[in-house]
Nanobody, 118 residues
């Protein structure tokens, strides 16, 4: 079991930066692939980024590549999403998710709102 709690969302102007954090509890966190997803109003939830359990391998959606950076600290049971050069299209609820086995994300946080004003 993994419990996830996101934080760090808020209101930011276009061009600004935010850092999201995801605090995890549970024994399997350090062996889990972690991901960030987002859902904008009226849209489906979409993949943003993921990071392997070791932190060595990362993967990004084309829409955020070069602007967002995912990282993790297994000693602190945390995963982060550094977002820069934000634009209004990045406005969404951002979710942290854990994949402890297989190819699906089994655990999800409650989400944190990110709003980018133009």
């Amino acid at each position: 079991q993994v419990q996830l709690v996101e934080s760090g969302g808020g209101l930011v102007q276009a061009g600004g930066s935010l850092r999201l954090s995801c605090a995890a509890s549970g024994r399997t966190f350090s062996r889990s692939t972690m991901g960030w997803f987002r859902q904008a109003p009226g849209k489906e939830r979409e993949f943003v980024a993921r990071i392997s359990w070791s932190g060595i391998t990362t993967y990004y959606a084309d829409s955020v590549k070069g602007r967002f950076t995912i990282s993790r600290d297994n000693a602190k049971n945390a995963v982060y999403l550094q977002m820069s050069s934000l634009n209004p299209e990045d406005t969404a609820v951002y979710y942290c998710a854990a994949m402890t086995g297989g190819s699906t994300y089994q655990y999800w946080g409650q989400g944190t709102q990110v709003t980018v004003s133009s």
